[in-house]
């Protein structure tokens, strides 16, 4: 366990159509050797405009930093899908604001990045449970330092369908910046249900 993470995630979404308008809940939780980072995501994704799905949203972040902490982060940004027979590819392009606050020994101050995924689903299905396979990349800009690139998610996942349950399974190795790019190995298992 000392050279990998886990992380959980629960996803609620309140309509089934894709197409419509989409309240999500999200919760995380992120573990390694110990629990160290949980947090609650409410979001609010708007109708699709010609395969354009607009979003905002509220994280509220505890996180174990020698001793815990807690902060608060906004987001808003689109998801851009393009499917076609070789597959579906979905864009998503996040900006995120953490405003500046003193909390006890805590003190943080404004930061905004911005975030751009590239994820890809192979134009297959296995099994009843429409078993597919995805391969993603996510890159970080630290919008504070001259939009300077800080961060890497590169992942493979395997996504499933069980009735209301949406389960996918993935593994991605992280590159930050600030420990000199070495690679930290993330095993992931995330559930949405969908309502």
């Known amino acids: 366990m000392k050279n990998i993470f886990i992380w959980l995630t629960i996803l609620f979404v309140s309509i089934a159509n894709i197409d419509a308008q ?10 390694k050797d110990k629990f160290y980072y949980e947090h609650t995501d409410l979001s609010f994704f708007a109708k699709d405009y010609k ?28 998801n851009v899908k393009l499917e076609k027979k070789w597959g579906k590819i979905v864009f998503r392009n996040r900006y995120e604001f953490t405003p500046g606050h003193e909390l006890g020994n805590l003190r943080a101050d ?3 990045r911005f975030r751009e995924r590239v994820k890809y689903y192979l134009p297959l299905k296995y099994t009843k449970y429409e ?11 630290d919008i504070n330092k001259g939009f300077g690139y800080t961060r890497n998610r590169f992942a493979i996942g395997l996504g499933a369908k069980i009735g209301k349950f949406k389960p996918e399974l993935y593994y991605f190795q992280e590159f930050k910046k600030s420990s000199g ?5 993330v095993l992931g298992f995330l559930v949405k249900y969908v309502f």
């Open 181 to 185: 790019w070495r690679g930290q190995n």
């Open 110 to 112: 404004n930061n905004s």
């Open 131 to 141: 078993i597919q396979p995805n391969i993603s990349d996510e890159f970080f800009f």
């Open 51 to 78: 395969n354009v799905k607009a979003f905002t949203g509220y994280r509220f972040i505890v996180e174990d930093k020698n001793d815990w902490k807690s902060y608060s982060r906004f987001h808003a940004g689109a």
């Open 22 to 31: 989409n309240l999500i809940l999200e919760q995380d939780q992120r573990i």
